[in-house]
């Protein structure tokens, strides 16, 4: 998994509850983006950082939260969770280094949270 | 709004045929396009990856096609194997670094 890890692989939580995932690369890539994936719309990607510090929305961003303090650690928070937040969570990072930057992704192993 | 669309949710073939599976597109042009496997359990594997001025691209038993005309991608597994059986996602990049997913094709391969 491109020296990705994820943590915890796996969730139980109660609604209205905070819950912190965690990824983690060893690549010291630039770029780090969090997805959820859920039967019949794929992975839809939620937040994502090009940088320390630096984060962007992605198209279900509303909900959750991202923290990027260091270049190989990328936070993803549910502030509040709620039941349409069970997914399946998957981290990826990418290089995009300069001239001919393709975007291809290395995906963790995701996390699975259910919420109940 | 952007949309890709992977027409087929699952398929199913026997072994040593060869299977293919369609990525279509709308409302963009993008400078290249990528596929991904993903085995249940698993996160997505970076497979091939085909840009714009490119016809064909092919890896080991594995060939893309992209024609921008049609706003298609077909992907081929020719003399396929049970261990081909996967998910299978197509992506485009969208724009500022971000990459944009289908809803991917389930292939099973029957011996």
């Known amino acids: 998994d491109a020296g990705i890890t994820q943590s915890p692989r796996h969730k139980v939580t109660e609604t209205g509850t905070p819950v912190t995932l965690r990824c983690h690369q060893t690549?010291?890539?630039?770029?780090m983006y969090w997805y959820r994936q859920d039967p019949g719309h794929g992975l839809r990607l939620i937040h994502y950082?090009?940088?320390?510090?630096?984060?962007d929305k992605g198209e279900v961003s509303d909900g959750y939260s991202v923290s990027r303090s260091k270049t190989e650690d990328f936070l993803l928070t549910l502030e509040s969770a709620t039941s349409s937040q069970t997914s399946v969570y998957f981290c990826?990072?990418?290089?995009?280094?300069?001239?001919?930057?393709?975007?291809?992704?290395?995906f963790g192993p995701g996390t699975r949270l259910t919420v109940l | 709004s952007q949309k890709i669309e992977q027409n087929s949710e699952a398929l199913n073939i026997q072994e040593g045929k060869t299977a293919t599976l369609t990525c279509n597109y709308t409302?963009?042009?993008?400078?290249?396009l990528q596929w991904y496997r993903q085995d249940p359990g698993r996160g997505p594997v970076f497979l091939l990856l085909?840009?714009?001025?490119?016809k064909e691209k092919r890896k080991e038993r594995l060939k893309v096609t992209f024609d921008t005309t049609l706003k298609q991608s077909l992907f081929h597994i020719t003399a396929s194997q049970p261990a081909d059986s996967a998910t299978y996602l197509c992506?485009?990049?969208?724009?500022?670094?971000?990459?944009?997913f289908g809803s991917g094709t389930r292939l099973s391969i029957r011996p």
């Open positions: 690549e010291n890539h630039r770029y």
């Open positions: 409302n963009y042009s993008p400078a290249y």
């Open positions: 992506a485009l990049y969208s724009s500022a670094s971000k990459i944009i």
């Open positions: 085909i840009r714009e001025n490119e």
């Open positions: 950082s090009y940088g320390v510090k630096d984060t």
């Open positions: 990826a990072i990418s290089d995009n280094s300069q001239g001919g930057s393709t975007d291809t992704q290395y």
